[in-house]
């Protein structure tokens, strides 16, 4: 996997290494302590509670109704100012805007926090390809050579090996099909390892999984999904927000909310609230 600092980014080399290389890169370094410790205080405080909804990847170790140790944090952008500073990092925008084009969205934001002992997940691929298990409900012909995702991890407390850093198949985007036994995952993944800051940014068709929790401490990240701009997001976030949350919203913060986006739209005037013709 490919290192960079802010300084040393390269987007070409970046939107290569996503499609055609390993599918995933790391940008070590993004965000301060400062940063990382205000957003790890808020999500440790919202997931203290075991209630909190897990994923539908969640491990197969939870599904008895045991405790859950691996929790995660919805809505963030309503829960502290520091996402919207994330989300819209200028680095990320800078690599995103030419991997997803210049006015993709942002499909969700969320927190993944997995305890010491918590389990990980299946090796899978991510939205809008979560479900190609069933490909037929996918358009005939669909590949991965043009993306519909990126995804970033914002790492928020050691990934290493023991606390269960995310494990991927470098170069498993480059066909789109979803990890079967036989792929032999485990035996093949190569690890996200990062520090407290680092982010790694990887093409959702790559496959991917977290891993069990074998250390002693927490093993959060912010986990985001990005989409081209027609891809209908995962998270209506903008329904999730006040309104003085979206008055106040940044240009990138609005582009990546969908608001520059108007469909679906009602496109004939007499449902459109023009009464004149409307049939009682
Ligand atoms: O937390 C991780 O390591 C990855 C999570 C993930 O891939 C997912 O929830 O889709
Ligand atoms: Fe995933």
């Known amino acids: 996997m490919q290192r960079y600092t802010a300084d040393t980014v390269n987007v070409d080399a970046i939107v290569d290494a996503l499609l055609h ?4 890169v790391l940008i070590s370094g ?3 302590p400062d940063q990382v410790a205000e957003a790890r205080a808020i999500i440790m405080e919202h997931s203290e509670a075991a209630s909190e909804k897990v994923t539908h990847f969640q491990g197969a170790a939870e599904a008895d109704g045991t405790i859950s140790l691996q929790r995660r944090v919805w809505n963030l952008l309503a829960k502290g ?6 989300a819209t990092h200028p680095v990320l925008m800078r690599i995103l805007r030419r991997f997803l084009g210049s006015e993709f969205i942002m499909g969700s934001i969320a927190a993944n926090r997995i305890l010491p002992g918590g389990p990980g997940q299946e090796p899978h ?4 390809y979560w479900d190609f298990h069933a490909p037929e409900t996918h358009p005939i012909g669909l590949n991965g050579s043009f993306p519909m995702n990126a995804q970033v991890s914002i790492i928020l407390d050691p990934f290493t090996e023991e606390s269960g850093a995310t494990a991927f198949v470098p170069g498993s985007q480059r066909e789109l099909r979803y990890p079967q036994d036989s792929d032999r995952f485990f035996e093949r993944c190569a690890r996200m390892e990062g520090e407290p800051g680092d982010v790694a940014l990887f093409y959702g068709v790559t496959w991917h999984c977290a891993m069990p929790n074998m250390s002693q401490h927490d093993r959060n990240a912010v986990l985001i999904q990005y989409l081209p701009k027609f891809v209908k997001p995962m998270e209506d976030m903008p329904a999730a927000l006040p309104q003085s949350f979206m008055d106040e919203a940044s240009a990138d913060m609005r582009q990546l909310l969908g608001l520059n986006y108007p469909y679906p739209e009602v496109l004939d005037a007499a449902k459109a609230g023009n009464t004149e013709g409307r049939v009682a």
């Open 81 to 86: 100012k520091v996402f919207s500073d994330m």
């Open 125 to 128: 691929v991510d939205y809008p």
């Open 30 to 32: 993004l965000f301060t």
């Open 21 to 24: 290389g390993d599918g995933a």
